[in-house]
Structures are given as C-alpha cells and as structure tokens.
C-alpha cells in the first residue's frame, strides 16, 4: 500500500489499524553468506593456476623425442581448452572432488569427465561406465589401462569440508545477525489505533502477521521503521542498549581461518594464499615440497604408465612434468656456480632441475670440475721433483 492510498483511506475514515499492518517495513537484505565455496576456491585455484603452468616432455635417455603427445599436452588438449585452462581445470577438480577422469577420444582429445562410474576388479582393469562430459554420455566402457584417472587419497580434507563449514558456517551467519543487529537503524512511529474491526479473530490474525514481519524486517533489514500500535510507548532502539557494533574484523579472521585450514590440508602454506610476503622463500620452498612435487609425482606416473608401453620404458623413454614454480637462475647463479664447476653435477642435470631443455650436440653432460676443486697430488717439494 503506498502513501498515497494511505492518505486516501485515511479522509475516507478507515481506521488506522485497519491499513497499518498491511505496510511493509522495510527491504530485505543480502542473504548470508557461505564460506565452504570460498575457503574451496581460493585455496584450489590457487593450487590450479600453480599446476597450470606445467610444460610436459616425452624423453628418452634425457633426451627429448617429437611426438603428437607434445601437442595434446602442451598446446590444445581438446577443442574447448587450450593447455593453461585444462590443467587449470585437472587440478582444481582432482583437489575438489578428490578423483579425476580424463578419457581420450577418437578424433584424440582429452576430455574432462564430470561424472561417471567406476566398477573395481580384484585382477582385471578397473572399468568406468556412464561417462559423462558437458551433459553427453557416453556409451562407451572405458578399461582403466585406457584413461586417466588419478585419485587425490585426501581423508584429512574430507572430514573438513563435511564437519567443520557447517559449524563455522552457523557461527559466521550468527556474527553476521548481530552485527545487523547492532548497525541497523530503527525508529517507532506511535499512532492512534481506537476503533474497531468487523471480525476479532481477523484482527488478531492481522496482528501476529504483522508482529511476524516486525521481527523479520528487524532481521533481514539494514533500515527497519515499523509503526506501534496504542499501548506501546515510543522507544528509540538505534544504539541505545549499550552493545558495541560488531567489527568487520571478527568476520574477516575467521574467513581466514577458514582458509588456513583447508591450505594446511592441502599443503599450502597460508601465507601464500593470502599474499603475505614474510618469509617468502621459505614458504615457496614448503609448497614446493609439500603440495607441487606430490601433485607432479602422481602425474607422471600416471602419463608414464598409460602413454608408453613396458618395453618402451625399458629403452629409457620418460614423461617428464615441468616448468612449474621454475626458480630465477640469476637469483641461484653462485649456487649453480657451485654445483657445476665443483663436477658435483653435470650442467643438463642443473637444466633439467631448473626447467630448461639439455645443451644441444650433448655439450651439457661433460663434467666440468675447475682447477681449485682438482685432486692434490702432495706436498710442493714432491710437486717440485714431479716437475
């Protein structure tokens, strides 16, 4: 009923409480929000865009060899996704939902599955059926030595998505009611209400419906005015009950807190996802060692084991993941310095652990060992009579 309406009844001698608790009090607001999604994504694409960078390599005996592998992997996996955005998507999904299926086409194409079956054989390959991508299904049996399916093994990380969001999720929507509470405004507007109505049981049912929405505006609404009705005296409710507005930051660090828990699962060191540079290098290196390298591990031995044949692995031939987290050579130039010049390794071993190809004609793989680090032959008066 809007104002003018109001004015209307109100020459035509309908009583106020007639019309008053048909008004609206104010306008809902947001409704609460859910931290499961956000701790989830903020830490699995982080993980993501981390594992997305990956550059993969078919070897033998560290030697580099030209196949169509390059291409699928490396450049357009599919017709919907380039490389970037696939591995992206692999990664976030094998985090997520703790399993992951890639099927190859005919046209050879990797295809992302978004459901499926899985049938388990104690010494026959396992089998997937119902195979689903992008709402088609396939009709097709996929033998487990023809995919790729790869299993995260996260229970930890289970247990904290189904257990521990809903009660923070209880206790986070809580502070958000109170500091609603606390920061809306809420003025009474006392008026007149003698008269009667036709039907007292109508009145009354009027009535709870408008203490029903009273409550609900107090709820829901940042502005909430509401009208009395006659036998309640005026109270200013804004602040005056001597309660301390709830701070944004209560809210904030246990978002955070959230997060830190899901990244400690993970492996991730908090601090990264949040984007705190203290201690930096040493983060850097606990991602590394505790999140990337088993992600990778598990990759190659996936590629390894369903791109190539038994005797083909024999002859030294290796799927090799890298490119991932790929340190500054300039910021370890003493270090590789170090480690070359000493005869410790041989420079396509330094290449190969930094993410760079081998030397070409085989120059990388003669050990170097400069004069200080040779073996003394003896004392110089023996030295003098050698020479």
């Given at each position: ?14 009583e ?7 008004l609206?009090?104010g306008?809902?607001?947001?409704a609460r ?5 956000m ?17 993969f ?6 030697q ?10 490396n450049?357009?996996?599919n ?34 599955a ?7 054989y104690a ?14 299904e ?6 487990m ?8 093994n ?17 206790l ?9 509470r606390?920061?809306?405004i809420?003025?009474g ?16 049912g ?16 940042s ?12 109270e200013?409710?804004t602040?005056k ?24 699962a ?11 540079m ?11 060692n ?7 591990k ?19 031939q290796?799927v ?6 790929v ?10 310095d ?9 420079a ?5 652990a ?9 120059e ?14 003896g004392g110089e ?7």
């Amino acid at each position: 009923m809007g104002l003018i309406n109001t004015w209307i009844n109100s020459i035509r001698g309908v009583e106020e409480s007639d019309w008053l608790m048909d008004l609206p009090f104010g306008t809902e607001t947001s409704a609460r929000a859910y931290l499961k999604r956000m701790a989830l994504e903020s830490v699995f694409n982080f993980v993501g865009r981390t594992m997305s960078t990956a550059k993969f390599t078919l070897k033998q005996n560290d030697q580099k060899i030209d196949s169509d592998w390059d291409y699928i992997l490396n450049v357009r996996p599919n017709k919907s996704y380039t490389a970037g955005d696939f591995w992206h998507k692999f990664f976030y999904k094998l985090l997520n939902e703790n399993e992951i299926l890639v099927i190859l086409t005919d046209d050879d194409q990797l295809l992302i599955a978004d459901d499926f079956v899985k049938e388990t054989y104690a010494i026959f390959d396992d089998r997937f059926k119902q195979v689903i991508v992008q709402g088609y299904e396939f009709k097709k049996t996929f033998n487990m030595s023809d995919v790729i399916y790869l299993q995260y093994n996260n229970e930890k990380l289970n247990k904290i998505t189904d257990s521990l969001f809903k009660d923070y999720g209880e206790l986070f929507g809580r502070i958000i009611e109170i500091s609603m509470r606390n920061n809306q405004i809420r003025a009474g507007v006392s008026i007149d209400t003698t008269g009667t109505a036709n039907n007292e049981n109508d009145r009354q049912g009027r009535l709870q419906n408008y203490i029903n929405r009273l409550l609900s505006s107090f709820k829901n609404s940042s502005v909430a005015i509401f009208p009395k009705v006659k036998g309640v005296d005026y109270e200013e409710y804004t602040n005056k009950v001597g309660v301390t507005n709830q701070s944004l930051d209560e809210l904030t660090k246990m978002k955070k807190s959230l997060i830190d828990d899901v990244a400690r699962a993970v492996g991730v060191p908090s601090a990264l996802v949040h984007g705190e540079m203290a201690d930096l290098e040493s983060n850097m290196k606990a991602y590394r060692n505790l999140c990337i390298k088993p992600l990778i591990k598990k990759v190659q031995d996936e590629f390894n084991a369903k791109l190539q044949t038994k005797a083909d692995y024999d002859k030294g031939q290796r799927v090799k993941v890298s490119g991932i987290l790929v340190p500054d050579i300039l910021e370890f130039a003493t270090q590789i310095d170090k480690v070359v010049s000493s005869g410790a390794f041989i420079a396509d071993e330094v290449r190969d652990a930094t993410g760079y190809d081998p030397l070409p004609n085989g120059e990388g793989k003669e050990l170097i060992r400069t004069k200080n680090y040779e073996k003394v032959k003896g004392g110089e008066d023996k030295n003098a009579e050698d020479e």
